[in-house]
T-cell receptor
Framework: SAVISQKPSRDICQRGTSLTIQCQVD?????MFWYRQQPGQSLTLIAT?????????ESGFVIDKFPISRPNLTFSTLTVSNMSPEDSSIYLC??????????FGQGTRLTVV | GIQVEQSPPDLILQEGANSTLRCNFS?????LQWFHQNPWGQLINLFY???GTKQNGRLSATTVATERYSLLYISSSQTTDSGVYFC???????????FGKGTHLIIQP
């Protein structure tokens, strides 16, 4: 099983600022994924991050708001830009692509005040 | 993309009881998984079960791929089993997981 480390684990941010979340995998993987979990809700896929190409965003998510980097096969970052209280969520990264098992980082709990 | 429906949405049981959680998919999935989310938000992998039956201690799962559903069984429930249980899968050409809305399980002592 893969080990995925995320940081920070939690943060409280002022509205209008940006936060970059880091995700490190203990082995090389082709695809990494970013998810958002709003309070009391399920997880929703934000984007797929491939090394060497631009991230692919799901409907409702745009690059200007959630820029993603994927500089190598073990690391990715997600930035939440120009934050508002509606961005308060848990953000999770994962690896794994169909048909293999997906593993998740411990999540980043973001509160925007 | 695929749709994932979980039932029941909420379940309250006494310690020692057994429970069955269900997950229905709108289309074929490639990598069906069950997760338990702990109070700190971390997703714990329970089963990777695109088909067949698996068991791990008091937990077991069965997926009938041809009928597009999966079941998670919890026997002799303990208070530490409380939390939210999610099923998820990918399919329809997508690689990322689509999650159900979860079953919120409360085990009372």
């Amino acid at each position: 099983s893969a080990v995925i480390s995320q940081k920070p684990s939690r943060d409280i941010c002022q509205r209008g600022t940006s936060l970059t979340i880091q995700c490190q995998v203990d082995s090389q993987v082709t695809m990494m994924f970013w998810y958002r979990q709003q309070p009391g809700q399920s997880l929703t896929l934000i984007a797929t991050a491939n090394q060497g190409s631009e991230a692919t965003y799901e409907s409702g998510f745009v690059i200007d708001k959630f820029p993603i980097s994927r500089p190598n096969l073990t690391f990715s970052t997600l930035t939440v830009s120009n934050m508002s209280p509606e961005d308060s969520s848990i953000y999770l990264c994962s690896q794994g692509t169909s048909p293999t098992e997906a593993f998740f980082g411990q999540g980043t709990r973001l509160t925007v005040v | 993309g695929i749709q994932v429906e979980q039932s029941p949405p909420d379940l309250i049981l006494q310690e020692g009881a057994n429970s069955t959680l269900r997950c229905n998919f709108s289309d074929s999935v490639n990598n069906l998984q069950w997760f338990h989310q702990n109070p700190w938000g971390q997703l714990i992998n329970l089963f990777y079960i695109p088909s067949g039956t698996k068991q791990n201690g008091r937990l077991s799962a069965t997926t009938v791929a041809t009928e597009r559903y999966s079941l998670l069984y919890i026997s002799s429930s303990q208070t530490t089993d409380s939390g939210v249980y999610f099923c998820a899968g990918s399919g329809g050409g997508a690689d990322g997981l689509t999650f159900g809305k979860g079953t919120h399980l409360i085990i009372q002592p």
